[in-house]
């Protein structure tokens, strides 16, 4: 964490501030992910679940108040919440509504009652809840989707948080510079329309051709400008 933070600080004094530094997770994924794991908690959704909807409401206030004092202790406003278990593949959009969105839903309100910014990435994929994810406070949240379809997400959410992603990590390590140049241009002509976008690959980078990341970077240069 030491290291983490003089090196953010280092690159905030050459002009270069992190996007995020504080980072929590959601009530459920915490469970999830460090408790009952990805198994356990699926099976709870059908076998205990009103033992594990009073678990995650137990657990969400301390990761608000992890969230909120982190951000502001750091001095960096942006609030990192990765969506792990909450993607169409690991449960119904009726289980998300009831188990997993109203601790997220309550968390990102808090995080903008702070003057804060939630900053999610989601994860997976959640074509089936866009408009479940659209009830939060409008131009105060950064949505990064990686596998969504993020033409639809901007078709549903577009007049109410900024657009981040999805260059996909697939293309990056297999496509041609054309085919980085083409996708970008769409991703602008398309997610940039009336503002409200931010180019990035789906998911952090592990493998990648070098000239794809050039080539993002310099095609948002020259063609990522409002005309």
Not at 27 to 34: G, Q, V
Not at 88 to 111: A, C, G, H, R, V
Not at 153 to 178: E, F, I, Q
């Amino acid at each position: 964490t030491r290291v983490f933070s003089g090196f953010a600080n280092e690159l905030k004094t050459l002009g270069f501030p992190s996007i995020k530094e504080q980072t929590v997770f959601t009530a459920y994924d915490m469970i999830a992910d460090n408790l009952r794991g990805t198994k356990g908690a699926m099976m709870d959704l059908f076998r205990r679940p009103e033992k594990l909807k009073r678990a995650v409401e137990q657990i969400a206030p301390f990761i608000t108040s992890a969230a909120i004092n982190g951000a502001k202790a750091k001095g960096n406003p942006r609030v990192f919440i990765p969506l792990h278990k909450g993607t169409d593949n690991f449960m119904s959009p009726k289980q998300f509504k009831e188990f997993y969105w109203p601790t997220l839903q309550k968390l990102i309100f808090d995080i903008c009652d702070a003057d804060c910014t939630p900053y999610l990435l989601v994860e997976g994929v959640y074509d089936t809840r866009l408009e479940i994810i659209k009830d939060v406070p409008k131009g105060r949240c950064i949505y990064h989707f990686e596998g969504t379809d993020i033409f639809k997400a901007k078709r549903v959410l577009g007049d109410t948080v900024c657009l981040m992603g999805n260059v996909p990590n697939s293309l990056l390590a297999t496509g041609t510079v054309y085919d980085i140049q083409e996708y970008c241009k769409k991703l602008i002509d398309v997610c940039g329309a009336n503002g409200g976008f931010i180019m990035s690959s789906g998911a952090i980078i592990d493998e990648a051709r070098v000239e794809n990341v050039y080539a993002m970077m310099e095609i948002t240069r020259e063609y990522g400008k409002y005309r």
